[in-house]
């Protein structure tokens, strides 16, 4: 079977790239309106872009042409937190995707806990082992109307007590326990894993 992304409806090509492109890490991604209400949302277009600088990149879709909170939020402050999802923290974060308007603090709904971030306003998310302390760099309108992509840098991490953090920075990542997404409402976590070194 052969298939021309062209020649499909957007909404297949999505199932067949979320289907396909497996598993996803998810950014569950904290900001503040202007006027200070805090907002929680899941994604999973979301890629580490380069290490120098720390750029990762959001793909945030547009909801009848207007732009998701997160996006407004992380375009008028320029800040925003990553969270990493764990494991056990599978049905608040799901919670959190609801299209709750701006003034719902998605925090307080999942009874999550906000603590204060360093460099940034937008509160971390104290649930959440690893948490990117990051500032807009740039909001590209990718697809026009449609996704609006986020190009944020790292500026500060936060790792939990009870993970290591080897003297190169690295982190075993079965310690971490993340999760995962597939296609539709289907998640995973994180599998058996295979060393191989590359050749020199
Ligand atoms: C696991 C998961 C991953 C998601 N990934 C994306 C994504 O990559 N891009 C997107 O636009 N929406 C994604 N969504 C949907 C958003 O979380 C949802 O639209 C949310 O309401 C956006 O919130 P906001 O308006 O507060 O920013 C995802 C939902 C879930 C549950």
């Known amino acids: 079977m052969r298939i021309d992304p062209g020649e499909h409806e957007p909404l297949r090509v999505y199932h067949l790239m979320t ?10 991604v904290s900001t503040i309106s202007r006027d200070g209400v805090p907002n929680l949302a899941p994604f999973s277009f979301f890629s580490g872009l380069t290490a120098t600088p720390p750029l990762v990149t959001i793909a945030a879709g547009r909801r009848r042409g207007a732009r998701k909170d997160t996006t407004n939020n992380a375009s008028a402050t320029r800040e925003l937190v ?12 799901v919670q959190t995707s609801g299209e709750f308007p701006p003034e719902v603090d998605e925090i307080s709904l999942a009874k999550l806990t906000p603590l204060p971030s360093v460099k940034v306003r ?15 760099r740039e909001i590209l309108e990718i697809s ?5 992509l ?10 939990d007590d009870a ?3 080897g003297a190169d920075l690295s982190i075993a990542t079965e310690s971490i326990r993340p999760l995962a997404r597939l296609g539709g409402p289907n998640y995973t976590t994180l599998g058996s894993i295979k060393k191989v070194e590359r050749p020199t």
């Open 144 to 148: 026009p109307g449609i996704v609006d």
């Open 122 to 136: 937008p509160p971390r998310i104290a649930e959440s082992p690893i948490q990117l302390e990051c500032r807009t």
């Open 150 to 159: 986020i190009v944020a840098e790292i500026v500060l991490v936060h790792v």
């Open 82 to 93: 990553i969270n990493v999802v764990t494991e056990a923290l599978l049905e608040p974060m």
């Open 163 to 165: 993970i290591e953090v």
């Open 19 to 28: 289907s396909v492109i497996v598993p996803r890490p998810i950014a569950w």
